[in-house]
Antibody, heavy 116, light 107 residues
Framework: QVQLVESGGGLVKPGGSLRLSCAASGFTFSDDYMSWIRQAPGKGLEWVSYISSRGVTTYYADSVKGRFTISRDNAKNSLYLQMSSLRAEDTAMYYC?????????WGQGTLVTVSS | EIVLTQSPGTLSLSPGERATLSCRASQSVSSNYLAWYQQKPGQAPRLLIYAASSRATGIPDRFSGSGSGTDFTLTISRLEPEDFAVYYCQQYGTSRTFGHGAKVEIK
């Protein structure tokens, strides 16, 4: 069965950096686009970024453009999100999900808290 | 950016009743590229509907989606106890945006 397991979240100071990872299993990872979506505590969902199956094409929400970088390692069945210049408003649960238009499988999320 | 407005914000119903959730877009959603998700507390969202009316794999047929252009609807024909949750619409015609969510609660 499809499994997506995020890791790497935690508490970070404003201006700091963090790298999230997502380990995928149960499907042919290298065939699928992948995305990151976040949800601030008690709030709605916000698409963050997606990457093409081979990692050639990436897109970002305006709110993170220039600060976040999505990448993948198909040999390791892993997706990453490098986050820098973090702000308080980046505090959220970050979900890894399969797809780039809509998302049919989601991980359980990893919590990122940006606070001094 | 396409803004999605969901209504009502909260729907109070009893099991067995019909739920109708609305999602209105600030501009036309190209090719009816609209999806619906269900989210329960402490869980990740679950895809219910894509392309406005196509049910995702494993989704019961009591869930149905309809609409086009700027007006879309998610209908749950007869509410089961497990259907009480928050529902989000999402468009993927122009970038990707979500509605703010609509809660279906037990009356």
């Amino acid at each position: 069965q499809v499994q997506l397991v995020e890791s790497g979240g935690g508490l970070v100071k404003p201006g700091g950096s963090l790298r999230l990872s997502c380990a995928a299993s149960g499907f042919t990872f290298s065939d699928d686009y992948m995305s990151w979506i976040r949800q601030a505590p008690g709030k709605g969902l916000e698409w963050v970024s997606y990457i093409s199956s081979r990692g050639v094409t990436t897109y970002y929400a305006d709110s993170v453009k220039g600060r976040f970088t999505i990448s993948r390692d198909n040999a390791k069945n892993s997706l990453y999100l490098q986050m820098s210049s973090l702000r308080a408003e980046d505090t959220a649960m970050y979900y890894c999900a399969r797809g780039f238009e809509f998302w049919d499988f989601w991980g359980q999320g990893t919590l990122v808290t940006v606070s001094s | 950016e396409i803004v999605l407005t969901q209504s009502p914000g909260t729907l109070s119903l009893s099991p067995g009743e019909r739920a109708t959730l609305s999602c209105r877009a600030s501009q036309s959603v190209s090719s009816n590229y609209l999806a619906w998700y269900q989210q329960k507390p402490g869980q990740a969202p679950r895809l219910l509907i894509y392309a406005a009316s196509s049910r995702a794999t494993g989704i019961p047929d009591r869930f149905s989606g309809s609409g086009s252009g700027t007006d879309f609807t998610l209908t749950i024909s007869r509410l089961e106890p497990e259907d009480f949750a928050v529902y989000y619409c999402q468009q993927y015609g122009t970038s990707r945006t979500f509605g703010h969510g609509a809660k279906v609660e037990i009356k």
